[in-house]
């Protein structure tokens, strides 16, 4: 696969440098650059994407949500722990309408999404550089990376491509858009609420320079509350209170977010750069510069994506090796277990999610007493702690501090790969032996 991201970035090197001379003649040029651009960020987002395991919090909800259960974590407790609602929604309507695999369709989504950024960044730059736009499609192909290394499946694309939209918008001179869209990206990332609260000062700055009249910040407000006071009444009334603080999730779209925005800014630059000022309009004659030394620093800039992408191909292999790992032992609990066991993930929401929707998942708090634990759920002792959902490969019958005094150590093997370790809880161990003990993979060890 990473011989096809070469291949990929040697093809849209060769168009871009053949047809680049003649961008500025008609948009069929720059289709075609756009079209390999997109080709590439598909081929890159596949080489190196992987799921973070934060991200399987939302699909957890998600899950929920298409099974009728509604938008908890734990079947029975209605905590509020999402800031990401719309992207939330969007991962839950192909698994509740079409019965598709969340993780999947997450995936695809965010894939989806950052094409998107491609196109919608080209559309941005050429509103100020119709030429040059194509650095910005490339620029944003090649920083795609960003949202798909340890990123993919989460809103990371999506709010991106939200605030490229609303500075589309707000360029384009439609307010009332870029309002709703704004608040779309705040339903998105809590942290969007900064690009609203900058939209709406910069409208109201050209109100006040006579740039634009009042009904555009007026319109934007609007178009803003008609989606957000809704949104904050249900999260209210559905979780018994309103929102007390604006989390948000640990994975950060800023690198991404910075790089797309400069694309275009150098797209712009360029253009204004290779603009000979006494030239006539409306064709004005294309320097050197423009015509060969910024597609080639263009498209050095995008290859710097290829050789990070096959340095990060053995973590990638790893990581993706240990979700499937991860998923065959929540397999293994779910299929096991009896429904409405309390288990304690760790932390680790990828288990959780593996589990079922059936499991009611718990975690120890690092600070507190050994009988103190902290929500998601409040539903008693666990009955079983997994402090890691993958395979090591020696025997491990140490136990956690936290752990000792009410749990006992238990240790699988798994032929070809290695030992699972998990704490069983002491009045409960032998019921919960025999439950485990009938798999075929796992093979129970006692400890020596």
Known sequence: MPGALVAAWLTLAGVAIAVWPRVGDGRAHRAWIVVLALVFALVLQIVVATVPDDAFVTFRYARNIA?????????GEQTQGLPNFLWLVLVTLPGAAFGVDIVTGAVVLGIAATLGCVVLAYLLAERFARGAAVVAALLTAG???????????????????LVLA??????????????????????????????????ELWLVLTAVRRRSSWWAPAGYLLGALVFLVPWWVWEATYYGRGRSAWPAPAQLPYGFLLCTLAAVGVAVLCAKAGERRNQPAPRPRRSLAERRVVPLVALVLCAVSVPV?????????????????????????????PAGSVIDTSGNAALAFRAGSRMRITGVTASGPVDEYAPVAHFGLPVLAAPLAWYVRAQDCGIAEQYAQRYEVATFQRGGLGWLTIYLRGDVESRLLAQLAGDGKLTYVPCP
């Open 67 to 75: 099974e009728g259960y509604g938008a908890v974590y734990t079947i």
């Open 143 to 161: 920083a795609s990376i960003l949202a798909a290394h340890g990123l993919a499946g989460t809103e990371t694309p999506l709010f991106v491509l």
């Open 166 to 199: 609303v500075c589309l918008a707000l360029t384009a001179g439609h307010p009332l858009v870029a309002g709703v869209l704004a608040a779309l990206a705040v339903m998105t990332r809590s942290d969007g609420a900064v690009l609203a609260v900058l939209g």
């Open 309 to 337: 992408a096959f340095a990060v191909q053995q973590v990638v292999h790893a990581d993706r090796e240990r979700l499937a790992q991860t998923t065959e032992i929540g397999h293994w609990l779910r299929d096991r277990l």
